[in-house]
């Protein structure tokens, strides 16, 4: 049971340039999560999605897509990078919403330049 | 609208010593609450959360935490703190009418020899 992975670990990227986001979890969990994390700001929403074929936005999706074609995948699609999307990102999972705690990944740690 | 407040950036205590994390919560009703611990170059790890019942809630590594509801606070507690007790500590809030939490910024705790 590996829980919820994430790859890359680490990436740099060059202005305009796009890349995907991997996140894999192997719970079974109907509820993903999106965070971007930047010091002293706490977590950020980036997207979620409550089930397979089923997303929504967070609190911070401009510049971001995601899709979610089973239940165990969801990709983040950053589009036309640019310096401001410089920050660590977090996967998540759980098994449903409110009363139920979120599993992390690893974390990607991307920077844009 | 649900919000979070973790009022201190930074805690230092001694080993051995008791500790105390802040939070305070604002939600329109009823909330459920989360602590989450995150240690450095890793995701967020779910220590505890209260959703009903007794105000005082056991989580792991020796943590708990009290719901007090007419401060709209949940404060982190451990009776003796470790060395390796030293991470970042985020508190969490969700009102049931809500999908999705709201952190804090973090706390990040420090215990000295």
């Known amino acids: 049971n590996a829980g919820v992975t994430q790859t890359p670990k680490f990436r740099i990227l060059k202005i305009g340039q796009s890349m995907t986001l991997q996140c894999t979890q192997d719970m079974n969990h109907n509820y993903m999560y999106w965070y971007r994390q930047d010091p002293g700001m706490g977590l950020k929403l980036i997207y979620y999605s409550v089930g397979a074929g089923i997303t929504d936005k967070g609190e911070v999706p401009n510049g971001y897509n995601v899709s979610r074609s089973t239940t165990e995948d969801f990709p983040l699609r950053l589009e036309l990078a640019a310096p401001s999307q410089t920050s660590v990102y977090f996967c998540?999972?759980?098994?449903?919403?409110?009363?139920?705690?979120?599993?992390f990944g690893p974390g990607t740690r991307l920077t844009v330049t | 609208a649900q919000s979070v407040a973790q009022p201190e950036d930074q805690v230092n205590v001694a080993e051995g010593n008791p500790l105390t994390v802040k939070c305070t919560y604002s939600?329109?009703?009823?909330?459920?609450l989360f602590w989450y611990v995150q240690y450095p170059n890793r995701g967020l790890q779910f220590l505890l959360k209260y959703i009903t019942g007794d105000n005082l809630v056991k989580g792991s590594y020796g943590f708990e935490a009290e719901f007090n509801k007419s401060q709209t606070s949940f404060h982190l507690k451990k009776p003796s703190a470790l060395v390796s007790d030293s991470a970042l500590y985020f508190c969490a809030v969700i009102d049931p009418g809500y999908s999705t939490l709201t952190f804090g910024k973090g706390t990040m705790l420090l215990v000295s020899p």
């Open positions: 939600v329109s009703g009823n909330p459920y």
């Open positions: 998540a999972s759980s098994a449903g919403t409110s009363a139920f705690e979120q599993y």
